[in-house]
């Protein structure tokens, strides 16, 4: 089992940037692909971005790609997600996620956190 705990949501106005955290515990969880994925009200959940077991390779929604970086720090379980150049539709529940490959399924989630982007 591995759990799974968000941080770093908040409001920030259009242009602005956040970054989120995702600390993981549990077996092997530094082994697992991790990835992070939204909710916007009203809209079914979609991917944003995930970084396989290594670091070595990042995978983005065009949506986000230029203005999202996704990283992860294994000594210390973690994986980050840096939101740049903030948009409104950007707005909306932010999930990791961890998996065996990073192209999914994935596995294991945690409950959220929202990200809201004023314009």
């Known amino acids: 089992q591995v759990q799974l705990v968000e941080s770093g949501g908040g409001l920030v106005q259009a242009g602005g940037s956040l970054r989120l955290s995702c600390a993981a515990s549990?077996?092997?969880?530094?082994?697992?692909?991790r990835g992070w994925f939204r909710q916007a009200p009203g809209k079914e959940r979609e991917f944003v971005a995930a970084i396989n077991w290594s670091g070595g390779s990042s995978y983005y929604a065009d949506s986000v790609k230029g203005r999202f970086t996704i990283s992860r720090d294994n000594a210390n379980n973690a994986v980050y997600l840096q939101m740049n150049s903030l948009k409104p539709e950007d707005t909306g529940v932010y999930y990791c996620?961890?998996?065996?490959?990073?192209?999914?399924?994935?596995?294991?989630w945690g409950q959220g956190t929202q990200v809201t982007v004023s314009s």
């Open positions: 996620a961890a998996g065996i490959r990073s192209a999914g399924p994935f596995d294991y």
């Open positions: 549990g077996r092997a969880s530094s082994t697992y692909a």
